[in-house]
């Protein structure tokens, strides 16, 4: 069974930065991409960033382009989530999901979910 733990949420002010980290166990976390997600309140869960196995494949959403770096360590089995020039809007609870299928990319699907971190932006 997989295992995925995001940590390093917290509040912060509108053009601030944070770092989300996800640790990962339970499969070879290196053969599988990895992704974010976050879900504000009222609002359908939605895809943040992604990573290919190796790290030189990326994907952004549009609205993160150019101020969050996803990244990851398969050394230490973690993903990351780097967020500058933080918005309101970016509030939420972020998400770290790992893919179905190993090696696939883009992703189709996401298997398995962390719990969830709280990511609060104050104007």
């Known amino acids: 069974q997989v295992q995925l733990v995001e940590s390093g949420g917290g509040s912060v002010q509108a053009g601030g930065s944070l770092s989300l980290s996800c640790a990962a166990s339970?499969?070879?976390?290196?053969?599988?991409?990895m992704g974010w997600f976050r879900q504000a309140p009222g609002n359908e869960r939605e895809f943040v960033a992604a990573?290919?196995?190796?790290?030189?494949?990326?994907k952004y959403a549009d609205s993160v382009k150019g101020r969050f770096t996803i990244s990851r360590d398969n050394a230490k089995n973690t993903v990351r989530l780097l967020m500058n020039s933080l918005k309101p809007e970016d509030t939420g609870v972020y998400y770290c999901?790992?893919?179905?299928?190993?090696?696939?990319?883009?992703?189709?699907?996401?298997?398995?979910w962390g719990q969830g971190t709280q990511v609060t932006v104050s104007s």
């Open positions: 990573i290919s196995t190796g790290g030189a494949l990326t």
């Open positions: 999901a790992a893919a179905l299928r190993p090696y696939e990319w883009p992703v189709a699907e996401y298997q398995y």
């Open positions: 339970g499969r070879t976390f290196s053969s599988y991409p």
